[in-house]
Structure formats: structure tokens, C-alpha cells
């Protein structure tokens, strides 16, 4: 997806649009230029809990240039890599959570279905551990 002067929203907005459905990618979120993508495929319940991942990044990363996906603030690989699996379990959660709220657990992709039962009456830290042992 293109980051030129087309997606650039005034600061703290973001856009919305839809994308291709690309295997098990579901959505993309992309800070700098504020473009939060949706797979235009599935159920609108699991566009929802997709959503949901996404919108779980701009809550805990923000929009720009200065934020924490852009720049992440780690000096080593190690540290970019645990710092992107908490922040994609946080995200999956979020997803799995929206996805169980909302009644469509079996509408979404093997992998999410299989994690939203894994993390079934778990604790958050409980679902985070779960996560990072997969």
C-alpha cells in the first residue's frame, strides 16, 4: 500500500480503508501515514474483530512519525522482536475478545478461532503468556 501524499491525514486522524484479503493477513495498521487497512473479505463480524486488532495498535502505538511501531524506542533485534509480540498479543487478544462478544469465534480465520479458545475464561496476563508460548 502506497505512503505517499495521498494518505496523509491532519494529525490524529485516521483513515480507514479496505484492502485484499492476503492469506492470514486480515488488516494492517500503518502509523505514519494513519491508514488502518481491513481485508474486504469475511464476515462483517470478523471485519469487526480485525477491526478491533487494528484499532488496539493506534490505541497503544498512536499516530505519526513518533510513534513507538515507527520508532520503536528498543537497541537491539531482541528487544524490537518481544517488543512487536506483546504488541501483537495485546492486538490478538483484543481480537479475540471482540470476536467472542460479538458471536462470530467460528467466523474467523483457524488461527484466531484456535487462540480465542485457548484464551477462553483466562485472565489477560494468563492470555498474554498463552500467546508468547505459542
Given amino acids: 500500500m502506497a505512503t505517499d501524499a495521498s ?3 491532519p494529525a490524529g486522524r485516521v483513515r480507514i480503508l479496505p484492502i485484499p484479503y492476503l492469506g492470514q493477513l486480515a488488516g494492517i495498521f ?3 501515514p494513519g491508514v488502518i487497512g481491513v481485508a474486504d473479505t469475511g464476515s462483517p463480524c470478523s471485519r469487526a474483530s480485525a477491526l478491533a486488532h487494528e484499532l488496539t495498535h ?3 502505538l498512536g499516530l505519526g512519525a513518533d510513534s ?6 528498543q537497541s537491539t533485534a531482541e528487544d524490537c522482536v518481544a517488543f512487536m509480540l506483546i504488541e501483537e498479543a495485546e ?3 483484543a481480537q479475540a475478545e471482540v470476536a467472542r462478544r460479538l458471536g462470530c469465534v467460528a467466523e474467523t480465520e483457524p488461527a ?3 487462540f480465542a479458545e ?4 483466562r485472565t489477560h496476563d494468563e492470555s498474554v503468556r498463552l500467546f508468547l508460548d505459542t
Fill in 7 to 9: 494518505f496523509r491525514e
Fill in 30 to 32: 500503518m502509523p505514519e
Fill in 58 to 60: 493506534v490505541r497503544r
Fill in 68 to 73: 513507538p511501531m515507527v520508532r520503536p524506542p
Fill in 91 to 93: 492486538a490478538f487478544i
Fill in 112 to 114: 484466531l478461532r484456535a
Fill in 118 to 121: 485457548r484464551i477462553a475464561g
